[in-house]
């Protein structure tokens, strides 16, 4: 498996002091050692194996499984650390190795039989496979095409000008024999053509044009070996990026290890670096600088260091700018991001903060991280899982504008060492919450039909633990959904699109709302004359009325509740009820009403509306209240029907049934106005009827309430007509109180002579005129005037 020391190998080792020849008289292995600690890796890595090869032992295959792992050859570190494990000697710690790089290599359960073989087990060392979940994006993972060479490639970034940018040490091995190394006229010893690290090339910036040409970029700071980790700043118009520079002559130095530092240039037209400023804080003896990500928005620049007070290894640290590029001190992340191993290559998106790490819990070597970002903290670290991450080194997280996603691995199956690929979404997340009227989601069973419009397919929803709609669904593609369920309002929503739609999740809300059965929106009364069934010229108009609104709104229809008096017998009067009902029924067929939207219900005497009962005294009148037949309108008749949502209504909140009576009653605008004589506070016989069928309307409707308000004309003085009005005001709530209407329904105010309907103390007024400020005035709604109280006096002016 082809692995290369990519993530940390920017580091370029000095070795000065004059050399006389030591070398040739040390072992194979001892030098090897020294180029370990210079960090030579690939350099070591061949010496050891070239020991092993003419002494094998214990100890050297063992350096040599830790050297295969250093330039990152997972599967070679295996395969030596079951040659050591071999050896009689081996360790725990041998054993340990093996059973981890088992773990990267997809090896586990080879390296777990050869060690219960030794009669040790993977439990009893602490290695069990770590179990990293699959990514919350649906990410397909690809190799960028044009930009990956047979060497190690990574770190892919783009300016303003759409120019890329990206790092490689494309062009080749060069394998460095002991006797190769060469010794300047400085005394400083290192190649000049390649990286001791890894016997390749130094790492350079290319950069890959509009047409895919690709080409190297000259970094200006003087001495550059290592030319890598490049960020754009477009608001100034700056690459930012680390370099690892020869030093010359050190007095009383033998071994330096000279460390990558931070510049930064600004970009040219063609994407050539302009000049080069370092930053601030570089110690190029003392310790590494390196990885900056430029967060314009924060202002800060990121960056990974070893400087002293970390937590160990290499650590992630920001310095606030300004401007003019004026930089803060340092500010570590703190221990919720930095571990005791290397934080590397962090980048930020809106709330969302990445790095790659060795140090968290993750599933290869070096595994990409997300957090939730706020300007004070970084919290929530969590794995960001497969496909983001395999059994490989995963780092260098990038996104670009269209959310495309860039970074760089040495998995299985790559063309190099290190290759860049490229993450798109392969899905979206769609979330929907379901409430019922009070914002509670809801948990029972509903069907959602979920449409992919553009593909036409169904897409599978599921539910998650709260309770909420769940689906992937296709980038770029229209949808639609119908959420129904039995006794509810069936929704429908065919807005959902996820073309051009930058997020995650797609993110709906829907509110399911049970049909209002039998809801009553209008009531009225026609009466008949003694003995009599036949439709009377005075309540034609009521009846047309009704057959108007049936017509106009399919979801309405009509109960007939029929009535007699208490004259003739109760046989005689159950069927002259029923006739009666009959008779609206062929009325409003006659107006085009079909029957079956007219249910009907017959009485006779045995629901009367007062004490008119068999052998009672009672005036003609108060008969006449008794031979009636009740009309209720009803909306959404049938409980057994599934209906929608009327067109003519789509606007209107169903939480709140009311608002359906509200709705009719606008159009029809016939609650009672109740006049009365000249100084007087008695009911006429008229307006009892107008108050019976009110009683009946708050009786169908208990929701409702009746507001009721007592007026005066405007002749005597205040005081008097102030109790005269809320005597008024009493008369019609004593009369529907004793139909049996609860008197926390009713509401009343009086005004006196205060709130005219004509003002006749600005014009001369005639007897009509007083006549229409001799009222009471009612009102039907859902909520009080807003004072505390049942009965309120309002002071005359």
């Not at 000049?192 to 890894?198: G, Q, R, V, W």
């Not at 439709?535 to 017509?551: E, G, T």
């Not at 009485?603 to 005294?617: A, H, R, V, W, Y």
């Amino acid at each position: 498996m082809k692995k290369t020391l990519t993530i940390l190998g920017i580091t370029a080792v000095l070795f000065l002091g004059a050399v006389y020849g030591s070398e040739a008289q040390q072992s194979k292995v001892r030098y090897a050692d020294d180029q370990m600690g210079l960090m030579n890796y690939q350099h070591a890595l061949d010496m050891y194996k070239e020991a092993y090869a003419k002494k094998p032992n214990y100890e050297t295959a063992r350096k040599t499984a830790l050297a295969q792992e250093k330039v990152r050859d997972y599967g070679q570190s295996y395969a030596w650390w079951k040659t050591a494990v071999g050896y009689e000697e081996a360790t725990e710690e041998a054993y340990t190795a093996l059973l981890r790089m088992g773990i990267l290599t997809d090896n586990f359960e080879e390296a777990k039989s050869i060690i219960e073989a030794k009669g040790l087990s993977a439990d009893s060392l602490g290695v069990s496979p770590t179990r990293i979940p699959v990514s919350a994006r649906k990410l397909k993972v690809e190799p960028m095409e044009g930009v990956n060479s047979s060497e190690a490639d990574f770190s892919y970034v783009e300016d303003a000008n759409g120019m890329k940018y990206f790092v490689s040490d494309r062009g080749g091995s060069f394998p460095t024999r002991m006797p190769g190394i060469r010794i300047d006229g400085r005394n400083k010893l290192f190649s000049e053509e390649k990286s001791d690290a890894s016997d390749r090339n130094y790492f350079s910036v290319y950069q890959q044009d509009k047409d895919g040409k690709v080409s190297k970029v000259v970094s200006n700071v003087p001495n550059t070996m290592h030319f890598s980790d490049p960020s754009y700043a477009a608001s100034q118009n700056l690459l930012f990026y680390s370099v690892t520079r020869s030093i010359g002559k050190v007095k009383k130095r033998r071994n330096i290890v000279v460390q990558p530092e931070i510049y930064y240039s600004k970009v040219g037209p063609d994407g050539s670096l302009e000049g080069f400023t370092a930053f601030p804080y570089n110690d190029s003896i003392g310790y590494a600088m390196m990885h900056p990500f430029v967060d314009e928005g924060a202002k800060r620049l990121y960056f990974s260091s070893d400087m002293p007070g970390g937590m160990g290894g290499y650590d992630l640290y920001y310095s606030e700018y300004d401007e003019n590029m004026v930089f803060g001190t340092p500010v570590n992340l703190g221990p919720e991001v930095n571990t005791g191993g290397n934080e590397t290559h962090p980048f930020r998106k809106d709330n969302r903060f990445y790095f790659s790490s060795t140090g968290h819990k993750g599933l290869g070597g070096m595994d990409i991280f997300e957090a939730n970002y706020t300007p004070t903290a970084i919290s929530g670290v969590r794995n960001m899982g497969t496909p983001v991450n395999s059994l490989g080194d995963d780092f260098a997280y990038r996104e670009g504008k269209d959310r495309t996603v860039y970074l760089s691995s040495n998995r299985k199956g790559g063309q190099g060492l290190d290759d860049i690929y490229m993450a798109k979404e392969m899905y979206k997340q769609f979330l929907a919450r379901v409430l019922d009227c009070n914002g509670a989601i809801i948990t029972e069973s509903y069907l959602a039909t979920f449409r992919d419009k553009t593909q036409g397919v169904i897409v599978a929803t599921a539910r998650n633990g709260k309770g909420e709609l769940t689906a992937q669904v296709e980038p770029e593609s229209d949808f639609g959904i119908t959420i129904s369920k039995p006794g509810y309002f069936p929704l429908s929503d065919e807005s959902i699109t996820t073309k051009g739609f930058a997020g995650d999740t797609l993110k709906r809300e829907y509110r399911l709302v049970p049909i209002p059965y039998q809801l009553p929106v209008h009531v009225d009364i026609v009466y008949y004359d003694l003995d009599k069934f036949a439709i009377r010229r005075d309540a034609m108009p009521a009846l047309d009325k009704l057959a108007d609104l049936m017509k106009k709104y399919s979801f309405l229809d009509l109960l007939v509740a029929s009535h007699t008096d208490s004259r003739a017998s109760d046989e005689y009067n159950i069927t002259l009820s029923n006739n009666r009902a009959k008779a609206v029924t062929e009325y409003l067929g006659g107006k085009g009403i079909n029957s079956d939207r007219v249910r009907l219900e017959w009485f006779g005497e045995s629901q009367l509306t007062n004490d008119c009962g068999n052998g009672k005294p009672c005036k003609e009148e108060n008969h006449q209240l008794n031979r009636r037949s009740e009309l209720v309108l009803e909306a959404f008749p049938d409980p057994t029907k599934q209906y929608d949502i009327p067109q003519e209504l789509k606007d209107m909140d169903f939480c709140d049934p009311e608002d359906i009576f509200e709705k009719i009653q606008e159009e029809i605008n016939d609650i009672p106005t109740i006049y009365f004589d000249f100084d007087k506070a008695m009911l006429r016989s008229v307006h009892k009827t107008e108050l019976e069928r009110t009683a009946i309307m708050l009786k169908r409707m208990p929701n409702l309430m009746l507001y009721i308000e007592g007026h005066t004309d405007q002749r005597g003085d205040g005081p008097y007509n102030q109790k005269l009005s809320e005597r008024r005001a009493q008369a019609v709530k004593d009369y529907l109180k004793n139909k049996g209407v609860e008197d926390n329904r009713l509401e009343s105010q009086w005004f006196g002579k205060t709130k005219p309907i004509h003002d006749c103390d600005q014009v001369t007024c005639t007897p009509a005129m007083h006549q229409l400020n001799r009222r009471t005035e009612l009102r039907v709604g859902k909520s009080s005037y807003g004072y505390t109280g049942r009965q309120k006096k309002v002071d005359t002016m």
